[in-house]
């Protein structure tokens, strides 16, 4: 695995390949093109591309029939000459799947090329007291529906990403370690695909990653060439965007931030080690310090983490003060630690998501003091600290994305419409 994963942009557009025998690389430089420029000629693309006017009229004609690309209207191209038909990427055939198992939910997002919403759901599962057999069990119950209802409505399913917080070698698609969840060395993808049997690929990324991914393309700091997103969950992952690429480390296990040691005297982690920051600012450490009597040791079933948010707020909101003594002891610690990271990676912007989004009035002023007080650079090196518009959804939408980019790589993964329509695969 490499260092790191570029992301495209519309402004790095892939070039022409300059072999016929490259014919894939070519569909996927008119499919991008059209999707990051917008709706184009086949004289525009020609220009455009650089591509010869014989090789375009062939690309699009395949990307027309394997259903990625649609003709429209009509337009003048000048005062003399016939009309050209414009031509549009079309997302309606081809969907997407995201997929999360985190501590205390299963979720799934599912959504076309063209960015249409087609499935969303998100369920409470107590995957700490469960099995990897009984979470993946319960993960492809939710996905053979998701599956189904993008079916309905008329998309293909060309990719799966599974989410998982831990350790992942991506490669292979198996969780090589995730604490929280208890599981070690569990071929996800493998199972997965098995208990399908649909022959739709199946990819497994660490949710921190797969966040990240999402916040540079569609959050609110879409674009941001440095950032670090940390995920708010009952553990704390990170995502690091240094330069427009997502920062994997040599092995694929960068950005574990939420085991790095903030208090050696702490309590015992789920990886088995004590102090780690997510004991200090994960949502298991907000529920035992604001509601000790609900906490996730406490007996009977687990809630949506959205659910506990709920009543920690209403209690916020009458002006219970251990609520609001809470919310300041979490801000302290994760303003500390985002010092950390600020002085490792020198961010623009650290983003919160999952709980850390709901709950940002409450901690986010305490924890910019704090990183202001802590950043060895001064203003010089300051960064800004922002909540996700995003939620719990994020890990879940760059899945999809990630999915989506692999058919934006090679369209010639989905099937020619005529191929889908006799049935044959």
Request: charged share 25%.
């Given at each position: 695995m490499s260092l790191a994963t570029p992301l495209r942009t519309p402004a790095e557009p892939a070039a022409p390949a300059g072999s016929a025998t490259m014919r894939r690389n070519n569909l996927a430089l008119v499919l991008r093109h059209l999707q990051h420029q917008g709706p184009r000629s086949r004289a525009d693309i020609v220009?455009?591309?650089r591509l010869s006017k014989a090789t375009v009229s062939s690309l699009v004609a395949e990307l027309v029939d394997?259903?990625?690309?649609?003709e429209g209207a009509l337009r003048q191209e000048g005062a003399?000459?016939?009309?050209?038909?414009i031509l549009e990427v079309d997302g309606s055939r081809v969907g997407a799947l995201g997929l999360e198992v985190n501590v205390d939910y299963i979720a799934v997002f599912g959504r076309d090329l063209g960015g249409q919403i087609l499935v969303r759901r998100r369920v409470a599962f107590d995957?700490?007291?469960?099995?990897?057999?009984?979470?993946?069990s319960r993960l492809a119950v939710m996905t053979r529906e998701a599956l189904a209802e993008m079916t309905r409505r008329g998309a293909v399913p060309a990719?799966?990403?599974v989410a998982i917080p831990g350790l992942i070698d991506v490669a292979r698609g198996h969780v090589l370690l995730a604490p929280n969840l208890g599981w070690r060395e569990v071929p996800v993808a493998e199972r997965l695909a098995a208990e399908l049997g649909?022959?739709?690929?199946?990819?497994?990324?660490n949710d921190a990653n797969l966040s990240a991914l999402a916040e540079f393309r569609e959050g609110s700091a879409a674009g941001t060439a440095d950032l670090v997103y940390l995920t708010g969950e009952v553990g704390v992952g990170g995502g690091v965007i240094v330069g427009g690429r997502l920062l994997r480390g040599p092995d694929g296990f960068a950005g574990e931030v939420g085991h790095m040691s903030v208090d050696p005297g702490g309590i015992e982690c789920g990886c088995g080690r004590r102090g780690c920051w997510e004991t200090k600012v994960g949502l298991a450490a907000l529920v035992r310090l604001a509601t000790p009597d609900q906490g996730y040791a406490a007996p009977g079933p687990v809630p949506d983490p959205e659910v506990r948010l709920a009543g920690i707020l209403d209690m916020a909101a009458a002006g219970d003060q251990p609520t609001h003594l809470a919310f300041a002891e979490?801000?302290?610690w994760l303003g500390l630690g985002c010092s950390i990271l600020v002085n490792l990676f020198n961010p623009h912007v650290l983003v919160l998501g999952g709980y850390f989004a709901r709950v940002a009035q409450f901690v986010v002023p305490t924890a910019q003091a704090e990183l202001d007080r802590l950043v060895l650079a001064g203003q010089a090196g300051m960064c800004r600290i922002e909540a996700s518009t995003l939620g719990f959804e994020a890990a879940v939408r760059g899945g999809c994305g990630v999915a989506i980019e692999r058919v934006l790589d090679d369209p010639t993964s989905v099937p020619p419409v005529t191929v889908v329509q006799s049935g044959i695969r």
């Open positions: 220009v455009e591309t394997r259903g990625l690309v649609r003399i000459g016939r009309p050209a038909r995957a700490m007291n469960a099995t990897p057999d009984e979470a993946l990719g799966i990403t649909a022959g739709i690929p199946v990819r497994v990324d979490v801000g302290r």
